[in-house]
């Protein structure tokens, strides 16, 4: 069933009200529709992308810029919309204690989370056999092992389930529905309603049994902030927003190769022995040969033109304002790595700015820590140095990645992760093994902000396995 809420504010009561229909919420209400719960499934935005929508994504920056109203998608299917499809799974040395950071690390065991990879690699349209290795090359040494990784199709949520949302009796689907209050009673510890406003600032009250934040990593937190009723909570004061985490792109340096003229990229992850040796963070380090100039953005025609003119002309190193020029031909070294989730580190808090649904926007400061620095000048050293030694050719890094003195230049993934982590106690988190909101009965939350640490892949099928996980408990507990 659908309901368009800009069109009629009644709404029923449900047995279960997930609060985000992207890769975690429509998960969790397909897997729970066979329970015969009505099963509510609330969207912000419509079918289809809108600017009125997509403007409350916009964040207060204080650290580095994550541009993170860019790089989500407020509407049906969520990110899944516009997402690449990379996959790679979590290791067990992710859920080792204490593996980066020092915040608290997962508190459920690794076969525990990888019970869930097989169904959540069907979600995705994954074979059984999806991973496959990215360097035909390998490196000699044990820093550095072919990293491994799958390409969904990709996915996308809103194509693939729409029709079978709205044809179950058991699950409402309800458009252009803002959350902006969760209605807590200390007494009872529960939620008693979700108050949402249509576009119009028109409000109502959603009753359910069981609520479910499913809003994306930034959400999730800034929703649980406005929320007066539930920060009055001593278990969630210190902890809501602590932990964000992205994935760290970095342009190491450029290489060139040795022979292999057809050779075009090669995909290479650290040694668990590496990181724990060196007590680093995981990642990927990429050597590509670009094919192709690309840019991006609204100038996007107007950059390449001028780009691919410097190329031609050789004057790359005089053309300051176009910033760094990689020209077709040439070898560069890409990242994505894992950042340190720290107490003082990257954190979500609220803005004194207000959206004009009237909540307190997210005031995201990034920080790329002593830790992540560490983290980035390790690897690309030793990747460095790998990529010679195994007679590949010949690397000239940056000198940020090894003069201490230099501002490290970086890109996010558009990975967001943590700010209402998972944890064994509420000193270290805001939700429990069972991703429940400590100090409360009935509210869960979904996603990779439940993440205690990002591994060094993509996060969308692993916050696919603890959906599954969390549908599970939820029907054991209905």
């Known amino acids: ?27 969790l209400a397909t897997k729970l529709q066979s329970t015969g719960r009505k099963i509510g499934l609330i969207e912000a935005g419509g079918l289809e992308f809108s600017e009125k929508s997509q403007s409350l994504y916009r964040t207060e920056s204080v650290g580095r810029n994550l541009y993170a109203e860019l790089s989500r998608l407020r509407y049906f299917g ?12 979590f290791v067990p040395e992710d859920f080792k204690p204490n593996h980066i950071g020092d915040l608290p690390g997962w508190p459920i065991t690794f076969d525990e989370f990888n019970h869930y990879l097989p169904e959540a690699m069907k979600i995705v ?10 360097a035909t090359r390998p490196f000699t040494g044990r820093e550095f092992e072919s990293d491994e990784h799958a390409l969904s199709p990709p996915t996308r949520f809103a194509t693939k389930y729409l029709q079978e949302i709205q044809q179950d009796a058991n699950i409402t689907l309800v458009l252009n529905c803002n959350l902006v209050d969760l209605a807590f009673d200390p007494a009872s510890g529960a939620v008693t309603q979700a108050i949402v406003s249509d576009y119009e600032k028109k409000r109502s009250a959603i009753e359910a049994k069981t609520f479910v934040l499913a809003m994306g990593a930034i959400e999730n937190s800034r929703l649980l902030l406005n929320s007066a009723s539930l920060m009055s909570l001593a278990e969630l004061k210190a902890m809501v927003g602590v932990g964000f985490m992205e994935h760290m792109n970095v342009e190491m340096g450029k290489f060139i190769l040795r022979g292999e003229s057809d050779w075009d990229s090669g995909g290479y992850f650290t040694s668990a022995a590496f990181v724990e040796e060196q007590h680093i963070g995981r990642g990927n380090v990429t050597f590509g040969v670009l094919q192709e100039i690309k840019s991006y953005g609204r100038t996007a025609k107007i950059k390449t033109f001028l780009k691919g003119l410097a190329c031609r002309m050789e004057i ?9 020029i990689n020209c077709p031909g040439q070898g560069v070294i890409t990242t994505l790595l894992e950042q340190a989730p720290l107490k003082n580190g990257s954190r979500i808090s609220l803005s004194d700015q207000t959206d004009f649904l ?16 560490r983290t980035i000048r390790t690897i690309g050293k030793e990747a460095a140095k790998a990529f010679a030694r195994s007679g590949l050719g010949l690397v000239k890094l940056h000198p940020y990645m090894y003069n201490d003195d230099e501002f490290i230049p970086l890109s996010p993934h558009a990975h967001h992760m943590g700010g209402t982590r998972m944890s064994a106690t509420p000193a270290g988190g805001v939700v429990d093994t069972n991703l429940k909101v400590f100090g ?21 099928m692993p916050l696919l396995q603890l959906a599954l996980r969390l549908s599970e408990h939820l029907q054991s507990t209905l």
């Not at 368009?4 to 429509?26: E, N, V, Y």
């Not at 074979?127 to 990215?134: D, I, L, Q, R, V």
């Not at 790359?316 to 760094?324: A, G, H, M, R, V």
């Not at 009237?358 to 620095?373: C, E, N, P, Q, Y």
Request: aromatic fraction near 10%; glycine fraction near 12%; charged fraction near 20%.
């Open 78 to 89: 969520g990110t899944s919309n516009h997402w690449s499809g990379r996959c790679r799974p």
């Open 316 to 324: 790359t190193e005089k053309i300051q304002f176009l910033q760094s």
């Open 358 to 373: 009237g909540l307190k926007k997210a005031r995201i400061d990034w920080i790329v820590s002593d830790d992540d620095i």
């Open 125 to 134: 349209d994954l074979p059984e056999s999806g991973f496959f290795k990215t």
């Open 440 to 460: 409360t009965r009935n509210l869960y939350v979904a996603g990779s902000s439940v993440f205690p640490t990002g591994g060094g892949g993509n996060p969308t």
């Open 1 to 27: 069933m659908l309901i368009d809420f800009s069109k009629t504010r009644q709404l029923p009561a449900f047995d279960i009200c997930i609060i985000g229909a992207g890769p975690a919420g429509i998960t």
